[in-house]
């Protein structure tokens, strides 16, 4: 008499006790009805994003202006010196764009650091539409 040996499946919520399959538990009877079932994937939703702002005064240097955009914001040399170029010219200008917690963090960070070194700059957050 020969024994067979049942392949032993392992669940991983539990190690140490054996799984049950399906099949070898409850065999299915022809006349039970099937159903498929589609399972969709989870839809999610993209956080809004915002921008980073950073307002021209006539007091911050534009060498500190550079500095945050490297520092805080990590921007490359060439591209802190084209944002603070539009913030030197057009009044504003965009430093980062995140979700509004990050946003939020950064701009009072910012804020702090030129207030700390004695530079009235001022950057805000505002709702970001785009890409």
């Not at 534009?62 to 030197?88: C, G, K, N, P, W």
């Not at 009072?108 to 009235?120: D, M, T």
């Not at 957050?125 to 785009?130: A, D, L, S, V």
């Amino acid at each position: 008499m020969t024994l067979q040996a049942r392949p032993t499946v392992f669940d991983w919520h539990f190690p140490n006790i054996p799984a049950q399959r399906a099949q070898d538990s409850a065999p299915e009877d022809e006349t039970s009805p099937q159903a498929d079932v589609l399972v969709a994937e989870p839809e999610v939703a993209k956080p809004p994003m915002y921008a980073v702002v950073m307002y021209n005064d006539n007091y911050t240097p534009m060498e500190f202006v550079v500095y945050v955009l490297q520092s805080e914001f990590r921007h490359s040399v060439d591209s802190a010196v084209e944002v603070m170029l539009t913030i030197h010219n057009s009044s504003k200008g965009i430093a980062g764009i995140y979700p509004k917690d990050i946003a939020e963090t950064k701009a009072k960070k910012v804020n702090s650091l030129a207030h700390r070194e004695g530079y009235p700059l001022l950057t805000q957050i505002e709702p970001h539409q785009g890409e």
